[in-house]
């Protein structure tokens, strides 16, 4: 299998065209342009079509539009420009269209700046928009994981029917490491039974939102939401690294969740037990993970690009048990993993105990 | 064991392909390693910076706080980022753009003229390969094998380049040898 060196945004463009994406809708916008920019040199020749829509807006119905066809579709943007996309985001849930929405988060609010950040968690993760809906999310943290994620996340659009959001972030997009573009393991064949293709000698089918009653509209809200309980009982992902007989654990995904394995790595060398727990889906939040911690582990660290978004969900996970507290970056800056350590030693007194 | 090196310089000193090289040869060692480079609005016309991690084990943290080296090849470059040596670490100075006045003495400074030495090779934009050549007897990892090995891959469309980047690199060699 062939190693290459290649830039973050550049290996997802890459696993779209293996993941037998064929149409890339988007509008380029720092720091997530490689991956329009390595589709538009690369996709033509695999036979897939890339296209600059006028705007976010109009990049995002585009996919609508070819998901409704049944075509593998992608589009990829940043912050602000994710934001302009939820309109289309929200429609596309309900209709229940598979497409793969890649964000690479930079800092905000607002224009907000170009570094890495974490601070759309909560659009990520709880709907986005407008109406009571969800995405899977999965959270990379290595170039590797941009490429398996990224083919991962057309299977599960695909399976569950529905948008998957790869949550990247400045960093990862930008940063170059080895990845082993690995064959794509044999997906199943999905039903594909409700895209509209054209209707002559069948019943004609309707892709549409829109509920007529409030009785129509409360079936649909109910048909969802088994659907997202559902996913929320099967595609949970994490990864634990020195969980096991852990004292106390630092819960972080993507770049800050690497980071913090070098970090247990040096908390382990000065005899502290401090172990990692990776979401990997941040939605569906994998609360199986903490099942059991939540009554042996002494307190929890999130580790987040943010003024503390997950760290709701780890406390719901753990319901309260124990302390439960934040260390952040903000503004496109990353923690070094020394200081994550001190904050650890000093939140639960372990600088003493620590160096005896 | 790990090489962590920063790179720094004005946009248009070859700072990028200079990482890139290390990057690539680490690539051809089946080394795990990281290139990071700084992005964003300060890269048109300021300054500009990237770092390589090299590493025989697996990469967690990205994050480089003190860096086991780094080339600075101008002034600006020097003043952010010399304090970001560990102590025990090295710094290679291009001499012909940064004049030193205090410096840290718990590191090894290395200032050469590599924008001179580049002018007699005839060709001043390889003032990187010279501060590359002064820095890779002090790496654990990559030595001047595997950076000749990458270079001919790196120049196969240009194949004329080859030369003149092998012997500034070799200037930077002997210079610090000396």
């Not at chain 1, 940063?175 to 000698?201: C, F, H, Q």
């Not at chain 1, 770049?255 to 990997?280: D, E, Y």
């Amino acid at each position: 299998m062939e190693r290459v060196l290649m830039k973050g945004n550049e290996i997802i463009g890459e696993a779209a065209i293996r993941s037998g994406c064929k149409l890339f809708f988007g509008y380029p916008i720092t720091p997530s342009t490689e991956v329009i920019e390595y589709l538009s040199a690369n996709f033509p020749r695999a036979g897939g079509t890339v296209l600059q829509a006028e705007d976010e807006i109009g990049a995002i119905n585009m996919c609508y539009g070819a998901s409704c066809t049944g075509a593998r579709v992608m589009t990829a943007s940043s912050s602000p420009g994710i934001s302009l996309k939820q309109e289309g985001i929200s429609y596309s849930a309900a209709v229940e269209l598979p497409m793969v929405i890649v964000n690479v988060n930079r800092c905000g609010p607002g224009l907000g700046g170009l570094g890495p950040a974490q601070s759309d968690y909560f659009q990520s993760t709880k709907g986005g928009g407008h109406g009571d809906y969800r995405v899977i999310t999965l959270a990379p943290s290595t170039a590797q994981e941009l490429y398996d994620f990224t083919m991962q996340a057309f299977d599960l659009a695909d399976k569950h029917r529905n948008p998957v959001l790869i949550l990247s972030d400045g960093f990862l997009g930008q940063t170059m490491e080895p990845v082993v573009l690995k064959e794509r393991p044999k997906a199943p064949e999905y039903d594909k039974s409700w895209i509209v293709n054209g209707s002559k000698g069948r019943e004609k089918r309707i892709l549409a939102s829109y509920s007529l009653t409030n009785e129509i509209g409360e079936k649909n809200n109910l048909y969802w939401e088994k659907k997202y309980n559902g996913i929320q009982e099967t595609e949970q992902q994490w990864e634990e690294f020195y969980a096991e007989d852990a004292e106390y654990l630092l819960v972080s995904y993507g770049t800050t969740g690497r980071i913090c394995k070098s970090t247990v790595l040096n908390a382990r060398k000065k005899g502290i037990k401090l172990g990692l727990i990776r979401p990997i889906t941040l939605w569906p939040f994998p609360d199986k993970a903490f099942i059991p911690y939540k009554d042996k582990v002494k307190g929890m660290v999130t580790v987040e690009l943010n003024t503390g978004q997950m760290i709701e969900d780890v406390k719901l996970a753990v319901e309260c048990k124990m302390p439960v507290h934040l260390y952040r970056r903000q503004g496109g800056m990353l923690p070094t993993e020394n200081e994550i350590l001190n904050y650890v030693e000093d939140k639960f007194g372990l600088s003493k105990e620590g160096e005896a | 064991m790990m090489d962590k090196v920063i790179i720094a310089g004005f946009g248009g000193q070859g700072v990028m392909f200079l990482g890139k090289v290390l990057a690539y040869a680490g690539m051809g060692s089946d080394l795990d390693l990281l290139w990071i480079p700084s992005y964003g609005p300060e890269m048109r016309g300021g300054t500009a910076n990237c770092s390589v991690i090299l590493s025989d084990e697996e990469i967690n943290s990205p994050v480089i706080d003190y860096s086991d080296a780094a080339i600075v090849l101008n002034k600006p470059a020097y003043d952010k980022f010399a304090p970001r040596v560990k102590p025990g670490g090295v710094l290679i100075v291009n001499s012909s753009l940064a004049k030193l006045e205090d410096v840290r003495d718990d590191i090894t400074i290395v200032q050469i003229p590599a924008t001179e030495m580049a002018n007699e090779l005839g060709n001043t934009s390889i003032a990187n390969m010279v501060c590359l050549g002064a820095l890779l007897p002090s790496l654990n990892l990559v030595d001047y094998e595997k950076v000749e090995k990458t270079m001919d891959k790196l120049t196969k469309k240009r194949p004329q380049l080859l030369e003149v980047n092998l012997t500034a690199i070799n200037k930077g060699i002997s210079f610090v040898n000396e």
